[in-house]
């Protein structure tokens, strides 16, 4: 009889064995939790369409970021939907809007916690588009100025990290610029340098409540079926000064993740997005899925294919997970 001396069944055959021999491991370190702050007080609202998000006010928001700290999750990413909306999204640098107010409050209770600020002016606009309109369509240059006003506001409440998630070309330099003008030159940027026109937004949009109010964002997001323009777009944005660089949608993206990873030295994140999250807590909730399982192999499978850094609304339970 033939003896196979070859055997990979033996590096799997105990858990201890295969703890010892795994490849790829999920941190709580890996981890950045999106928030998503109202105007009022005592608010918790439950987002339909994202089960277990809510809708919170200043005051919610600094309890969730207490919670985080104490998971060990090191960085909240800080989304708001503004007290008014106008054509060309002033809220969106007010530093009484509840982005602004959070982020200080959330630095004052929990100074440790990294906050990361989406810049974008979607929630903002009465017309959801991310940027100043001339007719139907998005004026890039003139956006830029907006967006470098977002920047330095919520650089100065106290944001860590800047996220710029527009699309439009040039922001990063024009972000750089503004930061260092104000002396924020350690204030970093996370840039949404691959980002698609992506069907997996859908719930995002209900809870920011930022979708268009005519046409869609396909003029300045990426088409899905384009990875060279994204090695491009990571290119040029690092060149402008890019900290990190993010590639949104993650799950059905990965492979862009990998080339991604394999074409720079900086770090890299996915943003694992509502419509993601959605499936699988809508299949979960019908017990067609182990929720835990799903959730720890979805995340795993990100980390394998090159990302440093996951922006995921599992980040709590998830942590939770690793930590049993």
Known sequence: MYVQKLRPRRMRISAGMRDMVREHSLSVKDFVYPIFVVPGEHVKEEIPSMPGCFHLSVDHAVEVAKELHALGIPAVEVFGLPEYKDEIGSGAWDMK?????????????????????????????????????????????????????????????????????????????????????????????????????????????????SAPQFGDRRQYQMDPANVQEALKEVDLDVAEGADIIMVKPALAYLDVVRRVREHIHHPVAVYNVSGEYAMVKAAAQNGWIDEKRIVLETLLGMKRAGADIIITYHAIEAAKWIKE
């Open 97 to 209: 809007s509840p982005v602004q107010r959070a982020m200080t409050a959330i630095k004052e209770a929990v100074p440790e916690l990294m906050i990361v600020g989406d810049v974008c002016l979607c929630q903002y606009t009465s017309h959801g588009h991310c940027g100043k309109l001339c007719g139907h369509y998005v004026d890039n240059d003139e956006t830029l100025q907006l967006l470098q006003k977002v920047a330095v506001s919520q650089a100065r409440a106290g944001a860590d990290i800047i996220a710029p998630s527009d699309m439009m070309d040039g922001r990063v330099a024009a972000i750089r610029e503004a930061l260092d003008a104000e002396k924020f030159q350690n204030v970093s940027i996370m840039s949404y340098a691959v980002k698609y026109a992506s069907g997996y937004y859908g719930p995002f949009r209900d809870a920011a409540d």
